[in-house]
C-alpha cells in the first residue's frame, strides 16, 4: 500500500519521500524512492529528518494513529490516503461476474446493521453474515483471522450452510479517523472468503482501501465470488 499510494502521487507530479519503518518495509521496493529509514521510536529522528525535506504533509500508512497526533502538535499535517490518492478507492457497484443474490443482499443489509450496533465499542471494521445468521466478528486478528476462524468452523461442521453462502461485510467504524485508519481489502482477503466458502465481499465505497485491484477482480472471479462497493 505505501508503494501503491506513492506512485499514485507521482503519477500526478507531487514529490514524495518515503519514512520506511526499520523491520516492517520491503527494502528492495523502497528504494525505487527517495527515502529514510527510521524506527517507531526515534520521533526525534524522524521530526528531524520531515523538516529537513522541507515535508509539511504527511500520510500515515498504518494505524499509529498515537503518534499521528504527537506530530500534529508539533505543526504537521496529517493527511489521508483518501485524499491524497482517491484512486485506490473502492468505487461503487459490482466489480465482478458474479453479484449477490437477494439472500446476500440481505446478508449484507443485516452486516451493516451488525457493524453499526458495534462501532461505538471499537470492535472491528468487518462481520461474516450466512444466510442471515452472524457467525464471527473481527477483533484484534484482523480481517484474514475472522476469514480463517470462519473457514476452520466450516471444517469442524460447526457452521453447516452450504459453500458459497455468506458475505464478508467491512465498514468504517462511526468516529474513526480516517486519515490514519481505512478498511483495506485485496486479493488477501479474496483468498481468505474463497477459503471461508463465503458468496462474496461487500465493502463500503470511497472509503476503503483496495490492494492490487485488478488482481482482486481477477482472484474472485476465479473463485466465482463477487465484489461489491457499497453506498456509503
Known amino acids: 500500500m505505501p508503494f501503491a499510494v506513492a506512485d499514485s502521487l507521482r503519477a500526478r507530479g507531487i514529490a514524495v519521500v518515503l519514512f520506511a519503518l526499520r523491520g516492517i518495509c520491503d527494502a528492495e521496493k523502497v528504494e525505487r524512492f527517495r527515502h529514510h529509514w527510521i524506527s517507531i521510536g526515534e520521533i526525534g529522528r524522524a521530526i528531524k529528518l520531515f523538516r529537513a525535506e522541507g515535508c509539511s504533509d504527511l500520510v500515515f500508512i498504518g494505524t499509529l494513529v498515537r503518534i499521528g497526533r504527537i506530530l500534529e502538535q508539533d505543526g504537521f499535517r496529517m493527511v489521508g490516503i483518501k485524499d491524497v490518492a482517491p484512486d485506490l478507492l473502492m468505487p461503487e457497484g459490482c466489480l465482478t461476474r458474479s453479484a449477490p443474490d437477494v439472500q446476500s443482499k440481505a446478508d449484507i443489509a443485516r452486516g451493516r446493521e451488525v457493524l453499526g450496533a458495534l462501532s461505538p465499542f471499537d470492535i472491528g471494521q468487518a462481520a461474516v ?56 481489502t485485496g486479493p488477501r482477503t479474496i483468498e481468505g472468503a474463497a477459503a471461508a466458502r463465503l458468496a462474496g465481499i461487500a465493502v463500503v465505497a470511497g472509503n476503503t482501501l483496495v490492494v492490487e485491484p485488478q488482481a482482486m477482480i481477477e482472484k474472485a472471479d476465479a473463485a466465482g465470488l463477487f465484489v461489491v462497493g457499497l453506498s456509503a
Open 129 to 184: 453474515v450466512i444466510d442471515g445468521h452472524v457467525v464471527g466478528v473481527e477483533d484484534i486478528e484482523g480481517t484474514d483471522g475472522l476469514l480463517a476462524r470462519i473457514a476452520r468452523l466450516r471444517e469442524q461442521g460447526r457452521i453447516r450452510a452450504a459453500a458459497h453462502r455468506g458475505v464478508l461485510v467491512k465498514a468504517p467504524k462511526s468516529g474513526q479517523d480516517l486519515r490514519f485508519d481505512l478498511p483495506t
